[in-house]
């Protein structure tokens, strides 16, 4: 552990660089993988060229005449070509005969179902154009899309994308301030809603918060509305279109305009800890091109066979990239879902990959951890033979996590990728190849063929095997963001100033003796306990890693002896209980014992939930709030808001 003698600041923990546990590719995938080994060296060799054939796989109007111009901070890529984003997703697929080919298996959380063809996909997207067309939208404006997770929603950005009105997704679980605060920022100019959702066995309302967010905006000229639950809604006549009336009258052809690469596809906000959220913008051609290839590359896609399952939001990015834009391009089958893993029963999501004989399914290791804590017995009822390939992301996968997601629900057969990106990155950049790599529980692994990210110190040089710092990426990439809505100085200050010449994600990472990528988190998150730094993660991992424990979220509180100490917070596994008197030391001797006595939490505490983000992220920072004794700080962005109410009521100091 970190007690070898360094500078303070420099050492990371050891504990997950003595994971041994490896899992080669089953023989039959490799053998006929998409991907191969040669893949990395062939794209480092002519990295624009690799990229060039990625752009490839897409149809363009008229080709690019140069790959990328890169003006540091500044980026364009495939200049000079011009696509249409929903043309490329949709039309030609149905042109070269696949009209009939399912896009999505939709399942809504009452048990209703619906499929839905490419070439039905199409039609709707084609009325949607033209009633959009209609309400006064045009190229360039901004659209806000608030919606469940239903068809029309896919159908909403893809009619935004193919009239060239860059779509701004708001979560349906977010806030009306934060609704309200996007939609000032973005200056849209019609939102597409729905009368509400079904989560969690309700219909939730979603047009009432919009009338409350637009009531003092009279920037927004219409409110589309999608009938989903029937609920009553408030109207405003003149303003409010219903989607039935408005759409399904239109004709269902529209020429579709080529646009130019760098056209503004869509902005998505980040949340940002304290600071006013971020319009992360993202154009079209690079964009495509690399959310396409990752698609096909890193879970191993093929059209012909797979059913693709992203259990996501597609309010969170990753839906945006592996539900709509990648499964589509590539003209792949997917399955969407309307609700929540535990509606009406636990088994929900295992039956969905029963039923529609799921053979690729992605999901965040919060969702991996809440089905730990339910019990492995839950996966065991259902036929899961079709999956082949198991994807994570949004968060480090904690190793205890991975084996059992391997185990529980790839049968001890499929590989599992832990895929990191962000927002900012657009689509996957560090993760194994499901056919090439070796798989390493908690590891990213590598970058993936294409991309130069590298962990360096805080001196950006690069570190050693055995070393950790930041990850950074050191050439442009083509879904690379393309800045900050609006504000430029804050896009080259907030990633381009930490390390000169170099992206900075915001993440700490480490090189494992292999010259493997590990991801620690945030690096706002890193605790600083007697000048030794940990990460939060590190100290999650510990605690999962114990057999009582489901979840496990860190925070750094002042401390006035050590600087910062070591709070934690658990969830325990379902069987378990209360856990008892000494449950508290255990957990403490655990992580000394996993980790060193340095790592040892000043206190743990049992709660039943934990507040987290669309993503499934936790919001560590309110932790610190509770930990610290503090009011708490924003809170639009929880996915459930009640969360701190039931950690107030189990703990003295939160409020
Ligand atoms: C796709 C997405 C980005 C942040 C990112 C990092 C964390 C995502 C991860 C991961 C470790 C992974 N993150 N995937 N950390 N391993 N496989 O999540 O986008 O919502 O913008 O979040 O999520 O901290 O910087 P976004």
């Known amino acids: 552990m970190a007690e070898t003698p360094q500078e303070p600041g420099h050492e990371t923990l050891s504990n997950l660089l003595q994971e041994s546990r490896r899992f080669p590719p089953p023989a039959d995938l490799a053998a006929d993988a998409n991907v191969r080994a040669d893949a990395y060296e062939t794209a480092a060799a002519d ?3 690799f990229w060039e054939e990625q752009a490839g796989r897409l149809q363009w109007e008229r080709p690019w005449d140069n790959v990328l111009e890169w003006e540091p901070p500044f980026a364009k890529w495939f200049t000079g070509g011009t696509l249409n984003a929903a043309v490329n997703c949709v039309d030609r697929h149905v042109e070269a005969g696949s009209g009939d080919k399912v896009a999505y298996h939709w399942e809504g959380e009452p048990g209703d179902t619906r499929t839905i063809t490419y070439a039905q996909l199409k039609d709707m997207v084609c009325q949607a154009a033209n009633a959009l067309l209609e309400l006064g939208v045009t190229k360039g404006d901004r659209v806000a899309i608030y919606m469940p997770m239903i068809p029309e929603t896919v159908v909403a950005m893809l009619a935004c994308a193919r009239i060239g009105a860059p779509h701004m997704v708001v979560f349906g679980g977010f806030s009306v301030d934060a609704l309200g605060s996007r939609i000032d920022d973005s200056d849209a100019k019609v939102v597409i809603t729905a009368d509400g959702g079904y989560r969690r066995g309700k219909p939730s309302a979603l047009k009432a918060s919009v009338d409350a967010a637009v009531q003092d ?21 003149g303003r409010d ?15 579709a305009e080529a646009h130019d690469a760098e056209h503004p596809l ?21 964009y495509l091109a690399q959310v396409s290839y990752t698609h096909w590359a890193v879970f191993d896609l093929k059209p012909e066979t797979d059913v693709f399952w992203t259990a996501a939001d597609i309010g969170w990015v990753t839906g945006h990239s592996y539900i709509v834009y990648g499964p589509l391009s590539n003209g792949a089958t997917s399955v969407m879902y309307e609700g929540t893993p535990d509606t009406p029963h636990k088994g929900r999501f295992w039956e969905i990959v029963q039923k529609y004989g799921v053979t690729i399914a992605y999901m965040a290791p919060t969702a991996i951890r809440t089905f730990m804590k339910w019990g492995e017995d839950v996966p065991a009822q259902y036929d899961l033979s079709s999956l082949r390939v198991l994807g994570s992301v949004g968060e480090p996968i904690n190793p205890e996590a991975y084996t059992w997601y391997r185990k ?92 000169e010449g170099l992206y900075f994600p915001g993440d700490g990472a480490k090189r494992d003796a292999d010259g493997d990528i590990w991801l620690l988190g945030r690096v706002d998150d890193v605790m600083l306990v007697s000048g030794h730094n940990i990460s939060t993660t590190e100290v999650e ?15 750094g509180a002042t401390d006035p ?24 030391k255990e957990l403490r001797d655990h992580v000394g014992t996993s980790l060193g006595p340095i790592a040892k939490p000043r206190q743990i505490m049992v709660v039943p939930e934990l507040p987290k983000t669309r993503s499934g992220k936790i919001m560590r ?14 809170v639009s962005t929880l996915t459930d808001s009640s969360v701190m109410d039931i950690i107030a009521e189990k703990l003295p100091g939160a409020k």
């Open 266 to 286: 869509y902005i998505m906000y980040t949340s940002g800890t304290t600071a006013k959220p971020k319009g992360i913008l993202h154009t079209t051609g690079g």
């Open 217 to 237: 905006r009279p920037g927004v000229r219409h409110v589309l509305v999608v009938r989903r639950t029937g609920q009553d809604v408030e109207w405003t006549e």
């Open 541 to 555: 991992s510990a605690l999962v890693s114990h057999p009582k424990v489901a979840e496990a979220a860190v925070t």
């Open 408 to 499: 529980n629900i790839g049968g001890d057969r499929t590989p599992v990728v832990d895929t990191w990106w962000q927002t900012e990155t657009g689509a996957i950049m560090v993760s194994p190849l499901p056919g090439v790599t070796e798989g390493k529980p908690g590891a990213a692994m590598r970058p993936i063929p294409g991309i130069t990210a590298d962990v360096v110190d805080d001196q950006a040089r690069s570190v050693p095997d055995g070393g950790g710092g930041f990850i950074v990426v050191r050439d442009p990439w083509p879904a690379m963001l393309r800045g900050i809505w609006g504000d430029p100085e804050r896009y080259k200050e907030t990633y381009w100033s930490r390390f």
């Open 47 to 49: 990295r624009l060229g």
């Open 241 to 255: 279109v219903w989607w039935h009336d408005a759409v399904e009258r239109q004709s269902t052809s529209h020429e």
């Open 621 to 634: 920072r309110l932790l610190r709030d509770v930990a610290e004794n503090r009011s708490l700080g924003d």
């Open 561 to 584: 002896v050590t600087g910062q100490a070591i709070v934690a917070f658990v969830i325990l596994r379902g069987e378990v209980g209360e856990g008892g008197e000494g449950l508290v």
